[in-house]
């Protein structure tokens, strides 16, 4: 079974930092962009990160976070600092749809294999 678990999750100050991570399990994604994105109740994803397959290529929403990936461990992160109570949401990973991509997608719906989330709480 192909899934892909994110963890890391969890409630932290504001100006403080996290680090989540995701795995991939039944999956690759070598090959594969990988995106974090989130979520708050009632609202749509909301683009995060992108990392490309490669691993040299990103794209970000904000400066204070960083995305990478280690292919060998099937596991992509995503560095989170500076940390506001906007930040608190679910966060989601998920994986694009084609090998080798030429572009880093930042659309939800460009990503077809998804997480099933970790909650981020940032208190003030």
């Known amino acids: 079974q192909v899934q892909l678990v994110e963890s890391g999750g969890g409630l932290v100050q504001a100006g403080g930092s996290l680090r989540l991570s995701c795995a991939a399990s039944?999956?690759?994604?070598?090959?594969?962009?990988m995106g974090w994105f989130r979520q708050v109740v009632g609202k749509a994803e909301e683009f995060v990160a992108a990392?490309?397959?490669?691993?040299n290529g990103t794209a970000v929403a904000t400066d204070r976070f960083t995305i990478s990936r280690d292919n060998a461990k099937n596991t992509v992160y995503l560095q989170m600092s500076n940390m506001t109570p906007e930040d608190t949401a679910v966060y989601y990973c998920?994986?694009?749809?084609?090998?080798?991509?030429?572009?880093?997608?930042?659309?939800?719906?460009?990503?077809?294999?998804w997480g099933q989330g970790t909650q981020v709480t940032v208190s003030s």
């Open positions: 998920a994986r694009g749809p084609n090998l080798y991509p030429r572009v880093i997608d930042t659309i939800a719906g460009a990503y077809t294999l």
């Open positions: 039944g999956a690759t994604f070598t090959g594969y962009n």
């Open positions: 990392v490309d397959w490669s691993g």
